[in-house]
């Protein structure tokens, strides 16, 4: 049975719907992947390497940095792979082997090298691990309902900000970094691997040859839509978030406590960001459903703005935790935005490679603002003037977002593309090695 005749039988709106399972799964693979067991752990064990090793900030930044650039690097390719084959089984594959590379990590020695090229290879590894793949497998299975979908899946990630942070500082406190790390690595070796292979099959997108004639996906090839002003803006608004969000949460651990702030107080802070970006995440999801994307991605980057701002100034535990309120609900709007908005605009056909090629702007700012955050800490020992920067940056782009078309003339758009073009030669056929998904 298609997406469609599931559809007929069981609509969107009803938990009934098969879709909605998938969802679940999808919010567990997203929990155990990249963005939270490395991205948003990182900033714990900052200081338990720089005691143990005698690194400085930058250098060990640069192992965060060195894994964003990778996952910068393959995250287009991962996208077309994306869009030519299963999801469940590429990410699946990528889940076990992002689980044994950062089990690695228990045996760092005081070599940056063995540092960094461990940090490539969680990157390479990582690719297949985060929103891209799963956002693919979600967006085939809902149209009225996606936003709400989207959001449940990239909360995650939130969720494992939120309540991974304690546990990991008290496992690090209690157990120490090495065994700490032993037990993140088991989540995607054990949990998000085969959930994903098991339980998240993707319903077929692909038309049927007709007649001798072979139908595409319903929408832009990838190099059409780079040829519009809308992913350009797009493209604006993630980089800006990514610069002040990374920048920011990276070094926000031990820039609390050069303040005053205990450990165990700062990662309360860093959980209660998470746990407010993931309301902020389902709330967006649910009004993608009912307004414009560009309202929308206007407000959460002006609030993320003023919440990071303020808790990049933050000197006490109160004054920290209501800036990282307002920081958390406007933060991760990316992770709603970006496939929602490059469904609307674009269409199925190239979803993924023009995801993967965002999450390169994403990557690469995020993988830029904590070196330049962390060799300013360490020439001048303040973050405040960078922070400013940065939160600058992401309210003049959220003003830009003002630009961006209304869903009717992109959906037109798109449609039209593809109802113009049986097959882009130039980027060769695409083809789904799924199976149908019986409800």
């Not at 839509?225 to 608004?237: D, E, N, Y």
């Not at 926000?252 to 165990?264: E, H, I, S, V, Y």
Request: net charge neutral; aromatic share 12%; with cysteine.
């Amino acid at each position: 049975m298609n997406s469609s005749a599931v559809e007929q039988s069981c609509p969107e709106e009803s938990l009934r719907y098969p879709g909605w399972r998938v969802v679940v799964i999808c919010q567990i693979g997203v929990l155990t992947g990249i963005a939270t067991i490395f991205f948003t752990i990182f900033t714990l064990f900052v200081r338990p390497w720089q005691l143990e090793f005698g690194w400085s900030r930058e250098q060990i930044a640069q192992a965060f940095s060195t894994a964003a650039i990778t996952v910068a690097i393959c995250s287009p390719f991962m996208g077309r792979v994306l869009d030519r084959f299963e999801p469940r089984r590429v990410i699946a594959f990528m889940m076990a082997s992002f689980g044994v590379v950062f089990a690695s990590l228990a045996w760092l020695t005081p070599s940056t090298e063995r540092l960094y090229v461990t940090a490539v290879l969680l990157g390479l590894t990582g690719t297949g691990t985060y929103q891209l793949g799963y956002a693919r497998i979600v967006a085939s299975w809902f149209q009225q309902r996606l936003g709400t979908a989207l959001s449940v899946v990239v909360a995650g990630s939130g969720l494992g900000s939120l309540f991974l942070p304690p546990l990991v500082q008290h496992c690090i406190t209690t157990y120490g970094w090495r065994s700490t790390t032993l037990l993140l690595a088991a989540l995607p070796l054990f949990l998000g691997a085969p959930l994903t292979f098991l339980f998240a099959p993707s319903p077929r997108t692909f038309f049927a040859s007709q007649a001798g004639k072979q139908d595409v996906v319903p929408g832009m090839g990838w190099r059409q839509a780079l040829a519009g002003r809308s992913f350009w803006l797009l493209a604006l608004g993630v980089c800006a978030m990514s610069l002040a969000e990374n920048g920011i949460t990276v070094h926000l651990a031990p820039m609390l406590a050069d303040r005053g702030l205990a450990a165990a107080d700062a990662a309360l802070v860093v959980s209660f960001l998470a746990g407010a970006s993931v309301a902020g995440r389902l709330l967006l999801g649910w009004v993608l459903d009912y307004l414009e994307g560009w309202y929308l991605a206007t407000g959460s980057l002006l609030l993320a703005a003023a919440g990071l701002f303020l808790l990049g100034h933050a000197h006490s535990f109160r004054a920290a935790i209501v800036a990282s309120l307002l920081a958390g609900l406007g933060m991760g709007c990316e992770f709603d935005l970006m496939p929602y908005i490059l469904k609307r605009y674009f269409g199925m056909r190239s979803f993924s490679t023009l995801f993967g090629l965002l999450y390169t702007g994403y990557a690469t700012a995020g993988a830029i603002a904590p070196l330049v955050m962390g060799r300013i800490y360490d020439v001048s020992g303040s973050y405040s003037v960078i922070v400013s920067i940065f939160s600058g940056s992401t309210a003049v782009a959220g003003l830009c977002m003002l630009m961006l078309p209304t869903y009717a003339s992109a959906e037109a758009r798109a449609l039209d593309t593809g109802s113009r073009e049986v097959q882009d030669r130039a980027e060769g056929p695409l083809d789904l090695a799924g199976e149908d998904v019986v409800g």
